[in-house]
């Protein structure tokens, strides 16, 4: 599907931001160039044509992340996902919760909570199934959650929003199988990051990819949620790398795996926290419910 006006506000006032090559896979780019336009009414920015197969996470995470195995997953995103985690822990309660994450992959998050929820439950695609069910009720769809009526007193997702198709079809889902008083928690790239302000081009290089079909900063987030009915609870950056990354990142021109460790982890953490107060971070976390 090609827009000629904005997917969330339908706004037709837009600017062409981007017009070359997008990273389509690990360390690898299209052969052709894609177009990404700035919403001029809600700040979004968007896809021209939005790509529909990598909702698909046997797809997806094969193409970036080179496997989709449970080894892979959990080698790369367990100790990150608890950092961030723990981040979540320190604003809500999942003592004695029902709790849904959509987009579980391997289900590390809910391993983490299971000894304090009351329930745990896990939403992805079924190559995941065998694994997450051993600790976990698994579901492979909406509609089966849907079908069989459940509904969670926090849904968590998690750097998921930006791959949607349809996200105001997406959030109003979530919102839909919420129990009274539940919380939904996004994490959410942020498009406004200081690797951006700092890098440009050479950043967005890397950052702009087949698989993000969003680009949200705060004011999009805000206009969107707002437009859904969902009051915001609780809203701050998250940074992901630290201070070490990004200098190398600068150093190089181009993502980075490994780093010296120049600064160290108090300086950094410091740093880290005022990125995060001003929403520069690389990511944005929302705790939001329904009016």
């Not at 437009?227 to 201070?243: A, M, P, R």
Request: charged letters at 30%.
């Amino acid at each position: 599907m090609q827009f000629k006006s904005c997917p969330v506000c339908k706004s037709k006032k837009r600017k062409l931001i981007w017009n070359d090559l997008l990273r389509s896979g690990k360390n690898i780019w299209t052969k052709k160039p894609h177009k990404i336009y700035w919403c001029q009414n809600c700040d979004l920015r968007y896809l021209e044509k939005f790509n529909y197969s990598l909702q698909n996470n046997k797809v997806f995470r094969k193409l970036y992340d080179g496997s989709n195995s449970i080894k892979k997953y959990n080698s790369f995103n367990k100790n990150r996902e608890k950092y961030k985690l723990d981040k979540i822990k320190k604003i809500i309660n999942f003592k004695n919760k029902e709790i849904l994450e959509s987009n579980c992959g391997a289900a590390t998050n809910l391993d983490f909570l299971k000894t304090e929820a009351k329930q745990t439950y896990g939403l992805d695609h079924h190559v995941y199934k065998s694994h997450v069910e051993k600790k976990h009720i698994f579901f492979t769809s909406l509609n089966e959650i849907n079908k069989n009526k459940y509904t969670f007193d926090i849904i968590l997702s998690l750097a998921e929003i930006e791959h949607q198709t349809n996200v105001i079809k997406f959030v109003n889902s979530l919102k839909k199988i919420l129990k009274k008083n539940g919380l939904i928690v996004f994490r959410i790239p942020n498009y406004n990051n200081i690797y951006l302000q700092l890098l440009g081009n050479k950043f967005q290089t890397f950052d702009f990819r087949t698989s993000h079909n969003y680009y949200f900063s705060e004011k999009s987030c805000d206009f969107l949620f707002k437009k859904l009915n969902l009051k915001v609870i609780h809203k701050n950056g998250l940074q992901e790398y630290s201070i070490n990354h990004l200098i190398e990142f600068i150093k190089k021109g181009k993502r980075v795996a490994k780093y010296p460790k120049l600064i160290n982890k108090k300086i950094s953490d410091q740093i880290s926290k005022h990125i995060e107060t001003n929403k520069i971070s690389t990511s944005l976390t929302y705790i939001l419910k329904s009016y």
